[in-house]
């Protein structure tokens, strides 16, 4: 019987958490987005891409305020942009290693 590589296992099911956090921060820019927009983007609920959010601004990736209507928008902050553009070259070695889903 020969081993098994666990990355075989778990690269063509699901998107990576790694993978979801790039989607949702190429979703803001600094002029912020709305929720909504960043669900539709990302693919995901409101709730799941809510909870996301919420540890994304804990660590200082994104910020969140409240427009002149009372909406919530959400703007990339400096970090984010660095972590935004180091997830990139991330995604794109492990797609190159097949060690992720290539999309399309």
Do not use: F, Q
Not at 50 to 73: A, Q
Not at 78 to 100: A, Q, W
């Amino acid at each position: 019987m020969s081993w098994i590589s666990p990355w075989r296992e778990n690269k063509l099911k699901y998107r990576s958490d790694l993978v979801i956090l790039l989607d949702i921060l190429e979703a803001i820019d600094e002029d912020g987005s709305l929720i909504s927009h960043i669900a539709s983007h990302a693919n995901m609920p409101h709730p799941r891409v809510k909870e996301k959010l919420d540890i994304m601004v804990k660590n200082g990736l994104i910020t969140e305020e409240i427009d002149d209507e009372g909406k919530r928008v959400y703007k990339i902050t400096r970090k984010g942009i660095e972590v935004r553009r180091r997830i990139k070259e991330i995604v794109y070695m492990l797609k190159e290693l097949g060690l992720l889903k290539r999309e399309g």
